[in-house]
């Protein structure tokens, strides 16, 4: 079962919530329950702020994603890395508008096997934040953050070995349409 929560839990506008909705809708989501996460997408926004600021789409753009959430106070599972990880982001860069970003994120082999929960590590993940941001002025105008982890809970044990855990920290990837997304 997945669930929305209020508006600004699953996104910051029409458009996050729209790839949000994108996201716990399509017909190859294989999470069972997929909620939405208030504190998720108020980091997202910060992190599209960033990007776009700096004019850059980039994971390990002020730090890992993985520190990234837990410096600003989410919990995650012990067992997830830190410097330079990413088990819990997608970003794009370039996209008017969620539909499109969401084929593009389909089209990348990691990105869909996180977003859909594809692999057994993804497939525990549970919360959800995404965050759209448009700003003319900066070189790639449309800015998206997703982010995708598990939530914390006080008996989780370690059931993946380091082998089994993906880091997408170094995914770069040139989209059809000279955009980039990552």
Same mark, same amino acid.
């Given at each position: 079962m997945n669930s929305w929560g209020s508006d600004i839990d699953c996104g910051n506008n029409e458009q996050a919530r729209a790839l949000a909705?994108?996201?716990?809708?399509?017909d190859n989501q294989q999470r069972k329950e997929l909620r939405c996460n208030r504190l998720l997408s108020?980091?997202?926004v910060e992190k599209a702020q960033l990007m776009a600021q700096s004019e850059l789409?980039?994971?390990? &753009?002020g730090g890992s994603p993985n520190n990234r959430l837990r410096e600003a106070g989410y919990k995650l599972p012990?067992?997830?890395g830190a410097s330079f990880?990413?088990?819990?982001?997608?970003?794009a860069g370039g996209y008017t508008d969620a539909e499109s970003v969401w084929r593009a994120f389909k089209r990348s082999n990691d990105h869909r096997q996180h977003l859909l929960?594809?692999? !057994?590590?993804? &497939?525990?993940?549970?919360?959800?934040?995404?965050?759209?941001?448009?700003?003319r002025e900066t070189a790639y105008v449309e800015y998206w953050v997703v982010y995708l982890t598990k939530?914390?809970? !006080?008996?989780?044990?370690?059931?993946?070995?380091?082998?089994?855990? !993906?880091?997408?920290?170094?995914?770069?990837?040139? !989209?059809?349409?000279?955009?980039?997304e990552q």
């Open positions: 909705s994108l996201i716990l809708t399509d108020q980091i997202a789409v980039m994971h390990n &753009l012990s067992y997830y990880s990413n088990q819990v982001e997608a970003i929960g594809e692999l !057994p590590f993804y &497939l525990e993940q549970d919360e959800l934040g995404v965050a759209f941001l448009k700003d939530g914390y809970s !006080p008996d989780q044990t370690v059931v993946f070995t380091a082998e089994q855990i !993906p880091n997408k920290s170094e995914l770069i990837l040139q !989209p059809y349409d000279n955009h980039q």
